[in-house]
């Protein structure tokens, strides 16, 4: 995805994770609003700076393409979860880590840590590259 798309999307309040899902509703037949709002929670380790918004919006992804959905289907349990591994796996081997607060250096639980962080220029500068990332991992691995 086009850096500037990514830091449009972030100066409009749209998330990391909301990014990287809006890339493959279509492909996954899902309402693109419907599957932006779903993500909308996850942006930036769940605004706390745990598990990378990304990462989150990926295995949103992955789930709408490979998740299980009746009871007793173990294979379709058992290809969802390698799915999600090989993603995580991919992402800490180019990123050193699955953690928010860890890839941008703020934790975002602690009070006027989102605005330092902000302010800094962190998030346009590292958080789009992550998107992009997440994004190439998919498409490897989907």
Known sequence: MDRN??????NGCVHCSQTVVEQWADKLGIDKATF??????LGGGCF?????GCVTGALLVIGAACGHYE???????????????????AFKERTG????RELTGYDFSQEGQLEAAMASGVLLEKCPDYVNIALDILEDIM
């Open 5 to 10: 798309d990514i830091i449009d999307n972030f």
């Open 36 to 41: 932006m709002r779903i993500a909308g929670p």
């Open 48 to 52: 706390d700076g745990n598990i990378c």
């Open 71 to 89: 009871v007793g289907d173990v294979e379709g349990n058992a290809r969802m979860i390698e799915k999600v591994s090989e993603f995580k796996e």
């Open 97 to 100: 880590s699955l953690v928010c």
